[in-house]
């Protein structure tokens, strides 16, 4: 399947934050318009982008060895991870560029953080799992609100880790 708009622009602040946005650009010629300028869509990444390079801790849990890859076996499974900012021994920090951070209605659960929503607190479960040091997880996230980016640091609560590891078990 193509990639959507939508998960376009998290790549794209995703690339610049790996200091790999000339490449991604290379590979997607379909952010520019025919004139070589960028699409709306992606003058908004490059706004969330400046936002989020306002903010000293933001950035300072942003500053982590970037995209750092380690696999292992859990559950009998072999996995592998993709950490967007590493602090070893301190944390691990997941970018997370989504349309708002309103709640999300999701069936059976009612309306939740979009941290439940979009079960981030599995991905979390099992970076910590195989990472293998029970670092603390934290959310940098970023919205795509044309008015004005809001931003935010979110911990995910061991609890909430140790349930989620347990369901994926």
């Known amino acids: 399947r193509e990639p959507s708009t939508a998960l376009l622009v998290g790549s794209y ?11 991604f650009q290379a590979k997607h010629p379909e952010l520019f318009k025919r004139d070589g300028s960028l699409k709306s869509d992606y003058v908004q990444a490059e706004a969330i982008i400046n936002r989020i390079e306002q903010d000293e801790m933001f950035m300072r849990y942003m500053s982590g060895e970037k995209q750092v890859i380690k696999t292992g076996k859990l559950f009998g499974y072999d996995w592998k991870i993709k950490i967007d900012s590493y602090h070893l021994g301190k944390a691990i920090v997941d970018l997370k560029i989504m ?4 709640p999300i209605y999701v069936p059976e659960l009612g309306k939740v953080n979009f941290i ?6 599995f991905q979390g479960a099992i970076y ?42």
């Open 13 to 23: 602040v995703d690339a610049h934050f790996e200091g790999t946005l000339d490449l």
């Open 99 to 102: 349309k708002d951070f309103e």
């Open 116 to 121: 439940e929503a979009w079960k981030y607190d």
């Open 128 to 169: 910590q799992a195989i990472e293998g040091n029970n670092l603390p997880f934290i959310i940098a996230a970023a919205t795509k609100q044309k008015d004005a980016t809001d931003i935010g640091l979110f911990q995910v609560p061991q609890y909430k880790l140790d349930s989620a590891l347990k369901i994926i078990e």
